[in-house]
């Protein structure tokens, strides 16, 4: 019994001690966005990286969970006799919970992991310690820009899965399953206000910055080589995806 | 003039370093030698404040590096270049942008000046200018090390750690490597440590030699001196003996 107490609390301490570290990492990296020299073409190719190559799967993704809310939302409605609120019913889903949660998770998977093997692999091949020795901050030049551009990407992936999941619910509800155009978008700017879009945009900025502050710290303190890079790119997604859900939760109990 | 002072390092316990003391003089090349794993990299981390030791000083011309932080450790490191053992040139860069990197970073040098002292350090180091464009994953280990040499030139700096310059590379390429960094010593008068077990080419760029050996620095002399000198270790490694304790 005293085993396990004490490896839970060995476990515990790790945890925030962890949790503390990344604390840390974050504001040291924020605080880098605000000291010269600014970068502005480092943050540009994050952008791209973590937002612009990422658009193909989230316009993929974002279609897919729109058809699949509009094709269940439809047979649940229809035994209400309320296939009238899809539209609505498609929007919240997607504004609210499907479009942040989802879009980070594809981020994380698709983004995430790769900035911390980019990262891990500098650090095992001395590049970080590189920077360093040529007096050039690696958090200021590799690791900030990546949680700028996470700040700035996510969110209009978000939106963009959310307006995608909107056209695909209209393609299942309306062309395939004969909804009337009109109830669906009716219902759908009826229903949605404008904390449901605040919640969402709220929320896609947090994601954004837990999956990137993850990644990056996950990746800044890798050890033992090539299989220090795999363990820390696993525990990324895994992390990120935990950490969105919790957060998820926490943010929904606030905005609802 | 570099001076390292009862130096101390341990990792988990384990005690890498064990009271260093050793002078670099300035101007001067200093090799550092010993069996793989006695901490030699890690000395060298110490040297440029990569690396905070348990106990001790590494001063540069009086100045304490291990108690630096922030702007003055960033001012320091500006005097030093460090070769780093796998190059460590940036994969997302080609080798015209990784030898530019420190003059875009702490200069505002204009592009054609970038340029023009780009491709002189390419010709210093027997490269075409078309390997500029390649990137490193493209390069040879002997290329990578030149390459590294030529970024790690480019600022012109005044002391230059080189951590195992040669692992790895042929005997033709180590060559090559020893006498580019001759050649440019000669013309820049650096101040110089090498980290190296490569014997017995490593003498022709030593000034001095040290040697480490479980954590302590157990001779110290001219190349002359340490070939010559009557502790059975430092024989048994110079004429690399079968260490029958590892074996």
Request: proline share 4%; net charge neutral.
């Amino acid at each position: 019994m005293s085993t396990i107490i004490r490896q839970l609390g060995r476990w515990l301490l790790n945890w925030v001690q962890e949790a503390g570290s990344m604390t840390l990492f974050l504001l040291q990296g924020l605080a880098l966005a605000f000291t010269p020299p600014l970068r502005p073409r480092r943050l540009l190719e994050e952008i791209n990286f973590i937002g612009v190559k990422s658009t193909l799967i989230i316009l993929l993704t974002g279609a897919f969970t729109g058809m699949v809310l509009a094709l269940q939302g439809y047979y649940t409605l229809r035994k209400y006799g309320s296939e009238g609120a899809l539209g609505s019913a498609v929007a919240l889903s997607l504004i609210r919970e499907m479009g942040p949660v989802l879009t980070a998770i594809m981020v994380s998977a698709r983004a995430g992991s790769a900035v911390t093997a980019e990262i891990g692999i500098m650090r095992i091949t001395e590049q970080l310690d590189a920077l360093e020795t040529m007096a050039v901050n690696p958090m200021q030049y590799v690791v900030m820009p990546k949680l700028l551009a996470g700040l700035i990407a996510v969110p209009l992936l978000t939106a963009i899965f959310d307006v995608v999941g909107i056209l695909g619910g209209y393609l299942t509800g309306v062309v395939l399953l004969g909804v009337s155009s009109g109830s669906y978008f009716s219902g759908m700017v009826q229903s949605v206000e404008l904390l449901d879009v605040n919640g969402g945009i709220v929320k896609s900025l947090v994601f954004g910055l837990t999956i990137i502050l993850v990644a990056s710290f996950k990746g800044y303190h890798t050890q033992h080589g090539a299989e220090g890079v795999s363990r820390a790119t696993n525990q990324t997604v895994v992390m990120s995806a935990v950490l969105v859900l919790a957060w998820d939760y926490v943010l929904t109990s606030f905005f609802m | 003039m570099i001076r390292i002072i009862d130096l101390h390092k341990s990792f988990n316990g384990q005690v890498v370093l064990d009271g260093i003391n050793l002078e670099m003089p300035t101007g001067k090349i200093t090799v550092v030698i010993g069996k793989s794993g006695v901490g030699k990299s890690v000395l060298l981390k110490h040297i440029i404040g990569l690396v905070k030791p348990d106990r001790g000083q590494v001063l540069i011309d009086g100045l304490d590096i291990t108690q630096l932080k922030g702007r003055k450790l960033q001012d320091i490191r500006k005097r030093f270049a460090v070769l780093f053992q796998g190059g460590a040139l940036f994969d997302s860069l080609n080798v015209f942008e990784n030898i530019a990197f420190p003059l875009r970073e702490k200069t505002r040098l204009p592009e054609a000046e970038i340029f023009n002292r780009v491709q002189e350090r390419l010709a210093e180091m027997n490269l075409s200018p078309e390997v500029g464009n390649k990137l490193p994953d493209e390069l040879s280990g002997g290329m990578k090390k030149r390459v590294a040499l030529a970024r790690a030139m480019i600022q012109e700096p005044e002391i230059i750690l080189f951590d195992e310059p040669v692992t790895g590379l042929d005997p033709p390429m180590s060559n090559t490597v020893f006498h580019l960094i001759n050649k440019t010593h000669a013309a820049s008068g650096y101040t110089a440590l090498v980290v190296a077990h490569d014997l017995p080419e490593v003498f022709q760029v030593a000034d001095y030699v040290a040697m480490l050996h479980h954590g302590r620095i157990i001779a110290y002399g001219s190349p002359e001196e340490i070939q010559s000198h009557e502790d059975p270790l430092v024989q048994s490694f110079i004429k690399g003996e079968v260490d029958f304790l590892e074996a």
